[in-house]
């Protein structure tokens, strides 16, 4: 079973709101996947969060995590 995905906001508007990809093991090769299957994200910013961590460096993943890809948003 793939790794599955949520996608919010204008991230959703390019991918659809859920989908997955198999074999991704890490964040690096999660973003190169997903911007080889959906090339308009190459122009759009967007935060990796897995199981509800907001990522800054190459994660590992596993196949139970959770992963969203967020647009950028603001405090308030």
């Known amino acids: 079973m793939g790794l599955s995905i949520l996608a919010f906001g204008q991230v959703a508007e390019i991918t659809g709101t859920t989908f997955s990809f198999d074999h991704v093991v890490d964040t690096n090769a999660l973003k190169l996947a997903l911007e080889k299957a959906f090339p308009a994200l190459q122009h759009v910013r967007y935060t990796i969060a ?20 967020l647009p950028p948003f603001s405090g308030g």
């Open 50 to 69: 897995v199981d509800k961590n907001t990522i800054i460096a190459n994660t590992l993943l596993n196949e139970n995590a959770v992963v969203a890809l």
